[in-house]
């Protein structure tokens, strides 16, 4: 677990949500998935302050995301769309909130600088 919801109130100014344990999951995965799983396998007590403040900062925007969509099922179905007769468009589901993608880079970089 990368963030507990104290932290997670701390970095957001925001109590975390109900649901705040599902999101936690989807978002860990949604940032494992990016980081090809290595904070995952780290031992996060030996990483820099930084980058462990990055990470929990990316993590806590992206449950708040999650969040702020409906939770999982929001977040996971596709968002908005549009209708013209009898054709339907819709919006994929966003993968990764506006601050934890810029945060996603520097996440990756000490990643793969430090991969054995």
Do not use: H
């Amino acid at each position: 677990m990368y963030l507990s919801s104290a932290e997670y109130a701390t970095i957001t100014c925001d109590t975390a949500p109900s649901d705040f344990s599902a999101c936690l999951s989807l978002a860990e995965a949604m940032i494992d998935g990016r980081t090809l799983q290595y904070y995952a396998q780290a031992d996060l007590t030996g990483l820099p302050a930084r980058i462990l403040a990055w990470l929990k900062q990316a993590v806590a925007y992206q449950v708040q995301a999650i969040s702020q969509t409906g939770g999982i099922a929001g977040a996971t179905e596709p968002q908005g769309g549009a209708s013209l007769g009898r054709f339907t468009s819709s919006a994929p589901p966003q993968e990764l909130c506006m601050p934890t993608a810029s945060l996603l880079p520097y996440l990756i970089s000490w990643a793969r600088g430090n991969m054995q």
